[in-house]
Every structure is written in structure tokens, then in C-alpha cells.
């Protein structure tokens, strides 16, 4: 372990005592994550900023996925200065801007996360973009060019494309080459999407897609669709696929697994995939690598320009996450955690 002196014992968090949804979440000092327990793969963080996720939302309801034992400091995203290295960790130096995702923990001024889902900040790159970058962009481009092996010139679809996720995979499927429709409920979050770069943009919620995007004059035979909504929208979404289309599952907003039917995936030969970002990064580590390499370039190079939808202190995350439940955001919305640099152990 690396580090150097004098870190508070104490720090400020949100906490998680019960779940459910609404929450009675609260701001609450609890212990800091010691410097000397650090496991030889991990970094101790001091949190700058965290990203706001929708997973939050079902974390803190208890119905994610990965299950947290209570009480728990939730948020899965941050950014942060390196303070403190374990002793597998090579080439991350103290003070050094990082963006990295956490299982739980976030939501708090300092943070353990493994060396595999971490990614540097590029200079120039502000704490409210880089606290919402590691997530989005990165399931975005594991998405689309792993799993979908989306290519260039072919056509993407972006369910819930003002989301978080979904403008990221809008400037994603540009980067890569493609032509991009966005979808959203809301003819509000046009002026976003377009902006994300995309083709076209249809305000979609329910019936037939395929016709929607014929009416609205869009193409409507894509090679990709990106589904972050699930549910019925799935389906109808399948229904656009062309010859050998791929559906890359990714999130579930309405609340629903899709139930999708066996005789439409063969008849058009449709692969069926998942995505699933959080353990991708662990189990493969040199594409992770190598997907921030490709980020950052791009993000270098003016092709990724992450959208910040608002900026709240600890005490607003509980708020910006029941708005962000319902749809409320077109962009990423960021928790500013800064505390005083300088203090060390
Ligand atoms: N698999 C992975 O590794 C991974 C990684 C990150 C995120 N995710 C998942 O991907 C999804 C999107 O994440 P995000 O961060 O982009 O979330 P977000 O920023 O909250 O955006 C989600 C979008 O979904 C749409 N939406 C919300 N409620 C809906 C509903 N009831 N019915 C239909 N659409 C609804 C909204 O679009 P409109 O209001 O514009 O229609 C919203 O913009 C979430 O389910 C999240 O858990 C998965």
C-alpha cells in the first residue's frame, strides 16, 4: 500500500438504512475506507464528483441485480484523485485524476475501486463530465462494438436515447460510423438527441414503431438496436431489424424484461445479446482498456461531448434520482462530492 498522512477517520455519505422507494436516504458521516486495509488490486479515491445512475434507483429499492447488505452507501460512478494505491496496483500516481465505477459507495468523499474500473481523466476533461463518463460511454462502446458488432454505414436504433446511456451511444454509433435514429417518449428531448448528433429522432412510446418511423420519414430497416427500455418496446423495436439484426439488451426502464418471440428471431436470423458493463470490465480487462483508449481518443478528438443535464450537491441526490426516475432528464445528472485537498495519510 502507497499513501501518505493525516486522512479524517470520518466522511460524508449518503446512507442507505432501509430499502424502498421513495427512500428516507440521509446524508451521515460514517467511517472512511482505511488506506492500510487496501486489497493489493485496489485505489483509495477521493471523491470529487459521482454520476448518477438509474441502477441507483433500483439499488437503493433493493431491487438491482447485485444485492447490497444494509446499511450501504449507494452510487456506482465517481471521479476523484488518487489517494492511496494497493500494492498490485502499477502505474497510478497520488493525486492523479481518475473516473471509475464502483458496486456500491460512490455517494460518499472517499471511495474503493478496483484497478480494473478505473480509467485516467484526460486534462481538460471538467470533474462534472468525468463523474458521469465511465459508465455511459463505456457501456455504450462495449455495446454497440463488442456485443453488437455494430459497423460502419450500417443503421443503429437508440431506445430511450436521451438518456444517460442512450446520448452516449448516440455519439458512439456516429464514432463508429453509423447512421443513428433516437428514440424517446418525450418530442421535448429532440433538441438533445439532435444535438448528440443523430440522424434522426422519433417521439415513440407506444404502437407501432416500424410505422412511426415511416411516418415520421425515416428509414425504418436498422441493423442494431440498443435497448435500454425493455418491454414492449423491444419487440416493437425487433420489428424494425433487417436481415441478420442484433438486438443488444442493456437496461430495463419500464420496469419490464421483454418477452420476445422465438419465430421473429429466426425467421430474420436475429442475434440476441446482453450487455452487461459492470462485471465486463473485471473479466475483461484488456478490452476495457482498450474501449478507454478508443474513448478518450474520440473524446480528444471532439467526438464524445458529454451532455450534463443538472448538477446537485449530496443532500439533492435523493431528488435528482426520483426526477431521474421518471424520465425527467435529457443528459447525465452529476453529485458534486469536492471535499478540501491536501489532507493525506
Ligand atoms: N447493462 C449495463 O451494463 C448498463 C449500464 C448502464 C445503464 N444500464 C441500464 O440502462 C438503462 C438506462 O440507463 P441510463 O443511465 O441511460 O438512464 P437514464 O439516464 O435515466 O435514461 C433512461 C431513459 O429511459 C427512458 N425511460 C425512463 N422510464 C421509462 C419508462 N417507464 N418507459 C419507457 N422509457 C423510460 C427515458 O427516456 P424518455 O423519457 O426520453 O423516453 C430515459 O431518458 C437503465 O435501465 C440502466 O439500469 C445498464
Redesign the pocket.
Known sequence: MTAAQTLPNTMRALLVRETGWPNRMQVAEVPRPAAQALDADSVLVRVRAAGL???DT?SIAGSYQEKQQLPFVPGAELCGEVAAVGAGVQGLQLGERVMGQVGAGAYAEWAVVHKDRLARVPAGMPDTQAAGFY??YG?ALCALRERGRLAAGETLLVL???????LAAVQVGKALGARVIGV???PA?REAVMQAGADAFVAW?SGDLKDALGKAGVDPGVDVVLD??G?D?SAAAMRCLNFEGRLVV??????QAPALRANHILVKNIDIVG????PYQQLRPVQTRRAFDTLLAWYGAGLLRPQIADSVPLEGVAHALEQ????A??G?VVAQISIPSGASE
Open positions: 445512475n438509474f441502477a433500483l459508465i455511459p457501456t430511450g436515447a436521451a438518456g444517460a446511456v442512450g424517446s417518449r418525450s428531448k412510446s435500454m427500455v418491454g418496446a442493456v437496461g430495463f426502464t419500464s420496469g450487455c452487461y458493463w459492470g431521474l426516475a421518471c424520465g432528464y435529457a447525465k
